[in-house]
């Protein structure tokens, strides 16, 4: 043997030595680990495919995480601009502003002398938890867009009563 290779011999033990003491505390980690690499038992090849599959599906429940957030921020938007344009119809035109919250209040009041409390909180918790499979499903579009259409038939009819 040369000198070169017992530096060499040397060199490869002093750096397993450090770093055996580098992890010292992660052994029994490392040691499972191989075992389980190596297929040690008859299960493990199963425990490996399910952790890698679990890592890959974790991605997706991320992916869908960011979209629900994304869908939380829409909805925020949507509620700010709703109530935004609340105020410029006061500043703008406080009748229409009047006359639309006295309404709305009105029919507010009127369910709720009609409804038992009770049974209308059920109601409001009901619908607000189906909200967003509806919402998923278009249903809520559905249904906006037939009260839309029936306001515009009934405002066509109105005009030409007034011509």
Wanted: net charge positive; hydrophobic share 45%.
């Amino acid at each position: 043997m040369a000198e070169g290779d017992n530096n060499s011999v040397y060199q490869l033990a002093a750096e397993t030595s450090s770093l055996e003491e580098q992890l010292q505390g992660w052994g029994e980690v490392i040691l499972m680990t191989d075992k389980v690499l190596r297929w040690e038992r008859a299960w493990f090849p199963l425990a490996l495919m399910s952790v890698v599959s679990f890592s890959f599906l974790t991605t997706e429940q991320q992916q869908r995480f960011h979209e629900i957030c994304r869908n939380l921020v829409k909805s925020r938007r949507r509620v700010v601009g709703w109530w935004k344009r609340l105020f410029t119809l006061k500043e703008e035109k406080p009748k229409m502003y009047f006359m639309t919250m006295l309404f709305t209040l009105a029919v507010v009041a009127w369910i709720g002398q009609q409804v038992h409390n009770l049974f209308l909180t059920y109601l409001i918790v009901s619908f607000l938890l189906l909200f967003p499979g509806l919402n998923q499903h278009g249903i809520i579009t559905k249904y906006i867009g037939m009260a839309k259409r029936e306001i515009n038939k009934l405002l066509k009819h109105k005009e030409k009563k007034n011509e």
